[in-house]
């Protein structure tokens, strides 16, 4: 039985207004949000916070208002500014109040000594009511920060994007912006977008949110952003997306972990302005990395999880169903690049990798950005590629079996699949790989198909010259023409 929840009075309320009270608080110095009875925040621990249930009788949009129900995420150690919700319908916006009534907790909770009206720290979207379990299921939550996340098509949460980047691998400290303000206008039919406005404030920058929420085979949610500068930033990143990676096949510690493959995602995908498909596999740092790939005005990027065999993975947390999030400008970003940042990390609890585009100019104050941009949270990529894609990247010792391996030299083995190579098979394409590195020399590159699969393998060695990076490029080619993506990789000898 839907009961009812505690309602403000209702505001008159357009995107319009939203975008210039973010542009009007970019001339004001920053404020930082509320911050309820700290005290009893921060004893709201994980485990207290993990007790604390919204009950789904109390949900927005639970009665035939609309067809997606809104639940909200109490406050906690972890998540300890309040963030104000309002329904939104017909151009008016109403706050909804605070009340601990909303939440099932135990009895002795200290969460029950929060003040009323204190605010929510996050919400989600819960499955459409004509589920018989849109009560414990839901399909994308708002919850920290600017983060946000979103279930695939396997229906699995994983990686999380974000509103915006500040000085991401910076000397300085990373800045991290607060959605403030969410407006949430329900969908009134499972075809229909609910609809998302949200207030961004931070200490060098201000912005209004859309976000088109499309619940299909995914998650599809279309984002239009204005975005205000408070202060000059080193590092702006646009449409971020942040997730984990630990190891995989292609290098992974001795005795570091009984499972063969811990990661969200595997590798960045980018379809450049200029047609290429570039494949680059994460890598778990030694230290903070930032890798840029230069373009203009790309036609995507994502971070995506291509590695789907349960028995890579044999853990229970579901890893081969992380979906894939692919970026999608639907303006001319003009000239700048994907940035990738990979951060080291001993344990699967920390992402440690980011992707975004970074735009060319400097990011100063009192400069202003309009972006519009798709995101889709599937199982792989919404525009696959006509040439063939990378599926593995092996590293191990250079040399031949049976005779004396030479020191310093490095063995990599790249496997691509696809219906483009299939003339390999039938010996009517005349195919080689070609590879090249910024330091060192490669010996012995070949190719060859492997034995009960339809893939085809890539092999060189590389003899670098020192110890700094090296970085690797390679695809296939026949008759003239790329038959794979390219890849990209970025070798560290071991010292």
């Known amino acids: 039985m839907e009961k009812s929840l505690d309602f403000g009075p209702a505001e008159r309320f357009s995107y319009d207004m939203l975008v210039e009270q973010a542009r009007r608080m970019a001339e004001r110095p920053y404020e930082p949000p509320l911050r309820p009875a700290p005290d009893v925040v921060k004893k709201i621990d994980y485990e207290e916070w993990g007790k604390i249930r919204y009950n789904t009788n109390y949900a927005l949009f639970g009665d035939n208002s609309g067809i997606y129900p809104a639940t909200f995420f109490h406050l906690g150690m972890f998540f300890h500014k309040a963030v104000r919700m309002y329904e939104l319908e017909d151009g008016k916006a109403r706050r909804i109040h605070y009340n601990n ?13 929060l003040p009323e009206k204190s605010g929510f720290a996050g919400f989600r979207l819960q499955e459409s009511r004509k589920r018989d379990d849109w009560r414990t299921q839901d399909w994308i939550a708002f919850l920290g920060a600017s983060y946000f996340r979103a279930i695939g098509a396997l229906n699995q949460y994983g990686l999380s994007a974000r509103g915006v980047v500040i000085d991401s691998a910076e000397p300085t400290p990373e800045e991290f912006p607060d959605f403030t303000d969410f407006y949430i206008e329900g969908a009134r039919s499972e075809s229909d977008p609910v609809f998302v406005y949200a207030l961004l404030d931070g200490p060098s920058i201000t912005g209004a949110y859309r976000f088109s929420l499309w619940r ?45 493959e811990v990661h969200d995602s595997d590798g960045l995908a980018i379809w450049t302005g200029a047609g290429e498909r570039i494949w680059r596999p994460l890598i778990n740092q030694p230290t903070s990395v930032t890798s ?23 853990d229970g947390v579901n890893y081969e169903r992380r979906p894939s999030v692919w970026v999608e400008p639907l303006d001319a970003w003009g000239p700048g690049s994907v940035q990738l940042v990979e951060l080291p990390t001993d344990d699967e609890i920390h992402d440690n990798i980011t992707a975004y585009w970074r735009p060319e100019e400097p990011a100063r104050a009192k400069s202003s950005y309009r972006l519009r941009y798709r995101l889709h949270w599937l199982a792989d990529e919404p525009y696959p590629a006509a040439v063939a894609r990378c599926v593995a990247t092996r ?38 790989p070609v590879v090249t590195t910024s330091r060192g020399s490669i010996q012995g590159a070949f190719m060859e198909p492997i034995p009960g699969t339809r893939r085809w393998r890539a092999i060189f060695d590389l003899l670098p010259e020192g110890t700094d990076p090296v970085e690797l490029r390679l695809y296939i080619q026949g008759n003239g023409e790329a038959l794979t993506e390219t890849w990209l990789y970025q070798f560290r000898p071991p010292t």
């Open 101 to 113: 009534k909303y939440f099932d907790m135990p009895k002795d909770s200290v969460a029950r000594k």
């Open 216 to 260: 299909k085979e995914g998650v599809l949610t279309e984002i239009e952003a204005a975005l205000f500068m408070r202060k000059d930033v080193k590092r702006l990143g646009l449409a971020p997306l942040t997730s984990m990676y630990w190891f995989s096949e292609s290098e992974k510690r001795r005795l570091e972990d009984w499972r063969p």
């Open 292 to 314: 840029s790939f230069v373009d203009s005005s790309p036609k995507g990027f994502g971070l995506l999880q291509r590695d789907r065999l349960f028995e890579n993975y044999l």
């Open 395 to 432: 590293i191990g010792r250079g040399g031949q079996p049976g005779k004396p391996r030479p020191r310093g030299v490095y063995k990599f083995a790249i496997e691509f699949a696809g219906a483009a190579l299939d003339p390999l098979w039938g010996d009517t394409v005349k195919a080689s």
